[in-house]
């Protein structure tokens, strides 16, 4: 046997490279596969604290109609004063910051966004949110919490190049999309539509990996199940197709309200507002707790928590709400929002857009609850979040749809348009920036370099 080539064999520094090579590309594997695991796993522990913690409300509400007018409020003023000092990081949705560090690669800001006290403090304090009857999901604090495992997991294993850790943040997060609604398709799409507008190349396998096996935990440990049950519905050719059409103009002018009431505004009353949050906001979110209780009264208590069951019982045929129903829940969606307690806003959104069906049954010949309720779920979502493709997804996704995919796409991206149309800046995109350029003054102040002697001359 030839001995090999001079020119092919490996020097001790080259062979010496290699192996590190080769040890880093299955630190980076073990990183996003093992770490996506995880994600899973604390997805699955996060939704049935939250479940069980809405139980408890429900429990008070069938003790007596009055308890949220002690409860809510109180607890709303609690979560604000918990924010305001060491879980300021934890507060809103989660999404925002995820996408801060995504826009933003330093490392002491992914390191105080992204800790591991932030994820435990969001997960735990969504849980009291949701203990207390904010309108509010667990979808973007799942987001929030999936980034900041993966991030920490990562830094664990040694990794720390730049681009890595943003692969790292960006699969954390999609993971949490889909291990929080068993929808890893939906995963994928979130994380090339919203988390970030470029994937580099290299880890687009690991980052879809990653998000598979978020997704298969929840499947492997739950099983097969379909958030809302295997509806199968479908829109034929005819006149109902004018359901399209009614949801994505609802659905888009709704979504770009909502953006406009809760996004910071320079003049009018929402700026008197939104300057008292600023001044007092414990005493602001307890107002916003009674506004929640007022709400809860008027709909005869179907407007706290996520929105779930009257979702389900409506996209089942058999309405637990009346029409008014889409309007209360927006309303309790914007007050929780506006108190500036953590909790996201997927599931509440959709509770909003399946409100759309019975208006729409008694409009529009040959269309039932079911499709209406979905066509306007993805409608309403897409117009709140301006993401169409994943609202698309999600929809199907958790109804098994997929004869609704047309429809349901032509709704959510007229929805979008017209969303784009009264609040031009998206809403999570609006709330990174926002949250990037108060944090840019600190950053600035602590990386001032000192000011160097002159040199001699």
Request: charged share 10%; hydrophobic share 50%.
């Amino acid at each position: 046997m030839e001995n090999p080539s001079p020119s092919i064999a490996l020097t001790p520094t080259q062979r010496l490279r290699e192996r590190r090579r080769r040890l880093r590309s299955v630190r980076q594997r073990a990183a996003f596969w093992l770490g996506a695991l995880l994600v899973g796993l604390i997805a699955l522990a996060f939704a049935w604290l939250a479940d069980h913690a809405f139980e408890q409300f429900e429990w008070l509400l069938g003790q007596s109609a009055y308890w949220p007018w002690l409860v809510t409020p109180l607890g709303f003023a609690l979560l604000a004063w918990l924010t305001q000092g060491w879980f300021k990081d934890a507060k809103g949705s989660g999404i925002p910051q995820v996408i801060a560090c995504l826009k933003q690669p330093s490392r002491r800001l992914r390191s105080r966004l992204l800790s591991v006290p932030v994820a435990i403090a969001k997960m735990l304090l969504t849980v009291l949110a949701l203990l207390c009857g904010a309108s509010v999901g667990r979808e973007g604090p799942t987001v929030h919490v999936g980034a900041a495992l993966m991030y920490n997991f990562g830094r664990r294993l040694g990794l720390h190049g730049r681009h890595a850790l943003s692969g790292l943040i960006l699969a954390g997060g999609a993971a949490g999309i889909a291990a929080a609604f068993n929808t890893p398709l939906a995963g994928v799409v979130f994380a090339i539509e919203e988390l970030s507008h470029r994937m580099e190349q290299s880890f687009n396998g690991l980052i879809l990996m990653a998000v598979l096996i978020g997704g298969l935990v929840t499947l492997g440990l739950v099983g097969r199940y379909s958030y809302f049950g295997d509806l199968s519905a479908a829109l034929p050719l005819s006149r109902a197709w004018l359901a399209v059409l009614a949801c994505g103009v609802l659905g888009g002018v709704l979504g770009g309200l909502y953006c406009r009431l809760v996004l910071p505004a320079k003049r009018g009353p929402l700026a008197v507002l939104g300057a008292w949050r600023a001044r007092r906001p414990v005493l602001f979110a307890g107002a916003c707790g009674l506004v929640m209780a007022l709400l809860g009264l008027i709909s005869g208590n179907h407007i706290f928590g996520t929105g779930y069951a009257e979702t389900r019982a409506l996209l089942d045929g058999q309405p637990q709400t009346d029409a008014l129903f889409i309007l209360w829940k927006f309303l309790a969606n914007v007050v929780s929002y506006l108190a500036g307690i953590p909790g996201g806003l997927f599931s509440p959104s959709l509770a909003v857009g399946a409100g759309m069906a019975p208006w729409l049954v008694d409009w529009i010949p040959g269309i039932n609850l079911q499709t209406a309720g979905l066509l306007g779920m993805a409608a309403y979502l897409a117009g709140v979040t301006r993401t169409p493709l994943t609202a698309t997804v999600i929809t199907i996704e958790l109804s098994h749809s997929q004869d609704m995919a047309l429809p349901i796409l032509a709704a959510s991206l007229l929805a979008n348009s017209i969303s784009a149309r009264i609040s031009p800046v998206a809403l999570y995109r609006a709330f990174a920036n926002q949250l990037l350029d108060s944090i840019a003054p600190l950053q600035a102040k602590s990386s001032t370099p000192p000011v160097a002697d002159a040199p001699p001359r």
